[in-house]
């Protein structure tokens, strides 16, 4: 990797230090140019048009898709890749698409993010009961207790593959042997690992894989939800754009859903973020997704070595840097004697350092370790340096010193 020449895709680092990619990631150039491109040269609606443009918007939209899948290892024939605005509506449409009955089982973890509690305690309004395994206070789950959460009518177990909250890595594989031993659906939230390391859902032997382009470069209304062809899921939206055929044979009307990703699509997609995340896909191969993951292994080790070092600063989550099924770039700590906002406050105010503070969308991680106001959370990505680590951590030792 060549930082110099990765940052000159990213002005805005000239200004700030960004760690809070857990959150957003910052946005190339290239994939701005994409992007803009699409609005000046050729915009046009995908699917419905045999002009030039139209053909060109087609496209690019449709290999967008396909590049989404092979960085995931799920091209055809392993399954479809459909486009959404998010991991949160890439995971509602699984769970409002499967058809629930009453006594079926959801088994989900106690460190996700809120898009992948709710949308399983909502089912409970159709008889659908939830089971949520505990952690320990690193966020690590026992196995065991998973295993033995998917009791009799358990149909799918969902779980995120890194802790936007903790870091912690979980082990996604074991888990995938553990559902198809127990012939039990697997549902992956990748949200934070895909932008961060290498991903393959045949691999994890998953069902469905779920995850965000805001957070891999790409522009925000973009999201993925990968699944298996043989996974019935009924669409979320039905209407214009997926529709093969509407019969109304005497007043009888029914309708024909499109194969593959279009069927998921109703109306007109955000056809320029589609685009951008196809960029965005190119610009991190480009750079190479092992490569992006050593980098953050080692920025991550810097970070952690040297909060430990700081007295009055506790750190949450796995301690050590070292080892894919540790933890991932994402470190949550908390500065003795002050709320986490106004850590990151001082940190913005005084050092031009951007980090997130509060509960990250954890609450209920959040209310089990005890920590009412949260944590302070910097995350790192391909974009940062060892020097803005060490800016960091002299910000946070001068901090601890004035409390």
């Known amino acids: 990797m060549d930082e110099r020449e990765i940052r000159k895709d990213f002005p805005i680092l000239s200004e700030i230090i960004y760690l809070d990619s857990a959150s957003t990631s910052l946005t190339p150039e290239p994939v701005l140019e994409s992007v803009q491109s699409y609005y000046r040269s050729f915009k046009a609606n995908v699917g ?29 024939p392993e399954g479809m890749t459909v486009f959404t605005r998010n991991t949160t509506e890439s995971i509602n449409i ?45 966020g690590r789950l026992d ?14 177990v969902a779980a995120s593959q890194l802790s936007n909250a903790l870091g912690t890595v ?12 127990h012939d039990v659906a697997f549902l992956v939230d990748g ?32 999201g993925v939800l990968w699944m298996k062809n043989e996974v019935p899921v009924e669409p979320l939206l039905v209407g214009g754009g997926m529709v093969q055929d509407v019969g109304n044979d005497r007043d009888e009307f029914s309708y024909e859903v499109k194969p593959g990703y279009e069927g998921y699509e109703a109306g007109t997609p955000d056809i320029s973020a589609g685009i951008g995340l196809g960029s965005a896909v190119d610009y991190l191969a480009r750079v190479g997704v ?37 933890r991932g770039g994402v470190v949550s700590f908390a500065v003795e004697g002050l709320l986490p906002h106004e ?61």
């Not at 196995?143 to 799918?156: F, M, P, Q, S, V």
């Not at 040297?306 to 796995?318: A, H, T």
């Not at 001082?346 to 949260?374: E, F, T």
Request: hydrophobic share 40%; proline share 3%.
């Open 191 to 222: 949200a934070q690992s895909v932008p961060h390391m290498p991903v393959d859902v045949r691999e994890i032997g998953c069902d469905f894989l779920c995850f965000s382009g805001h957070k891999m470069l790409a522009p925000t209304g973009s």
């Open 48 to 76: 419905r048009g045999v002009y030039r443009t139209a053909q060109l918007a087609d496209q690019l939209y449709r290999a967008a898709h396909l590049k989404a899948a092979n960085l995931v290892g799920g091209a055809a």
């Open 290 to 326: 092992d490569e992006i993951h050593q980098h953050e292994q080692r920025l991550t080790a810097r970070l952690l070595d040297g909060l430990e070092g700081i007295k009055g600063v506790e750190v949450y989550g796995p301690k050590t840097g070292s080892g894919q099924e540790e």
């Open 94 to 138: 699984v769970a409002r698409g499967l058809k629930w009955k009453r006594g079926d089982r959801v088994v989900t973890t106690l460190i996700e993010h809120h898009s992948n509690i709710l949308p399983w305690i909502r089912l409970r309004e159709m008889g659908v009961e939830l089971q949520v395994v505990k952690p320990d206070r690193s």
């Open 143 to 156: 196995l065991a207790d998973l295993e033995k959460a998917i009791k009799k009518g358990t149909r799918l």
């Open 170 to 181: 979980l082990p996604v594989k074991e888990i995938g042997k553990i559902c198809r031993d």
């Open 343 to 403: 850590v990151a406050m001082i940190l913005d105010q005084a050092s031009n350092i951007s980090v997130r503070s509060g509960h990250h969308c954890c609450i209920p991680l959040m209310k089990h370790l005890g920590l009412k106001y949260g944590t302070v959370r910097a995350s790192v990505y391909l974009y940062n340096t060892s020097e803005e680590i060490d800016k960091l951590l002299a910000a946070l030792e001068q901090i601890a010193r004035m409390v």
